[in-house]
């Protein structure tokens, strides 16, 4: 059942994707950054309100939202940091370079993690699940080549560096998630309320010193539909990402890369809406990574 609740993050995942890169286009990142996760605390403080409101209902329908101690709150805080710096590199890097170079060096999160999850969880790979993994590190290496096409040279350019650092943050998030899920028994909603509730007052502090002071910077944001819908989406699938770890038997490295069966919404359909270049020759490395992706996904079967 984890499994699945895995791909139905994944689904959100990939819309997530599509809208935030309508969201930054010729924007304000920061500011952008702030309304998306505005935009996904309000969609849970609805659920919170509610469980006030109709706790019976809310325990009925499975959204009670926990009363958690001081220690608790700074666990998340902590997630709260590691992830306002993710995304303040992922959104600057999504701004300067096309979806569909940043989605596929993103799709090596699932390295980052399954190195992790074998020394702090543990969890043992197979044979397949080990060529998984680096087909997906080879087919990101071919991203880079055509990616030099589009004037995109990976070793001089920073915002490369930037979504590189931004993933290797990511995925130890995904990594801390399963101590925060299992070990200190966190359900979702109370993790994400609080999760976003402190990375708001993180972006505050951020905008305070980098947006808020400058008044061209202010007007030179546009607000949009997207910035709205990038909060919801994501909201929505670390609901059913935060879910699958629930599981006791979930695997957080299979997890990781069954979220990035993303990539065919991002790739396929992105390079599409935003008109990228080279999207055919990137259906190559595309294909590694989906192979990768599969051999992971069945390899216990």
């Not at 996904?40 to 409101?53: A, D, E, Q, R």
């Not at 944001?221 to 629930?246: E, T």
């Not at 935003?274 to 079967?301: C, D, M, T």
Request: proline share 3%; aromatic share 16%; charged share 15%.
């Amino acid at each position: 059942m984890w499994m699945y609740l895995g791909l139905l993050a994944a689904l959100f995942l990939g819309l997530h994707n599509l809208c935030k890169k309508h969201a930054v286009q010729g924007n304000e990142v920061f500011p952008v950054l702030l309304g998306t996760v505005s935009s996904g605390f309000v969609f849970v403080l609805v659920f919170k309100v509610l469980s006030i409101v109709y706790p019976d209902y809310a325990a009925e329908h499975g959204y009670v939202f926990q009363d958690i101690s001081l220690q608790t709150h700074a666990f998340i805080v902590v997630k709260s940091i590691i992830m306002a710096a993710s995304w303040v590199l992922a959104y600057q890097a999504l701004k300067h370079l096309p979806i569909t170079i940043v989605t596929p060096i993103r799709s090596a999160g699932p390295f980052f993690t399954f190195i992790g999850a074998i020394l702090i969880y543990k969890e043992s790979p197979n044979l397949y699940q080990w060529f998984g993994f680096f087909i997906i590190i080879f087919s990101v290496i071919l991203y880079s080549k055509i990616g030099k096409k589009e004037g995109i040279i990976f070793k001089s350019n920073k915002w490369i560096f930037a979504i590189i650092a931004a993933t290797f943050l990511g995925a130890s998030s995904g990594l801390y998630d399963k101590f925060l899920i299992q070990s200190l028994s966190l359900n979702p909603q109370t993790l994400q309320f609080w999760f976003c509730f402190y990375t708001i007052l993180i972006l505050l502090i951020i905008l305070s010193i980098t947006w808020f002071p400058y008044a061209s910077k202010r007007k030179a944001f546009k607000f949009r539909w997207s910035i709205i819908a990038v909060g919801v989406l994501l909201q929505a699938a670390d609901y059913f990402y935060f879910k699958a770890l629930q599981d006791p038997d979930a695997l957080i490295m299979l997890l990781s890369a069954i979220k990035r069966s993303q990539i065919i919404i991002a790739v396929v359909i992105g390079g599409l809406v935003f008109k990228e270049h080279n999207k055919r020759k990137k259906l190559v490395p595309l294909i590694g990574i989906l192979i990768g992706v599969f051999l992971i996904l069945y390899s216990n079967k």
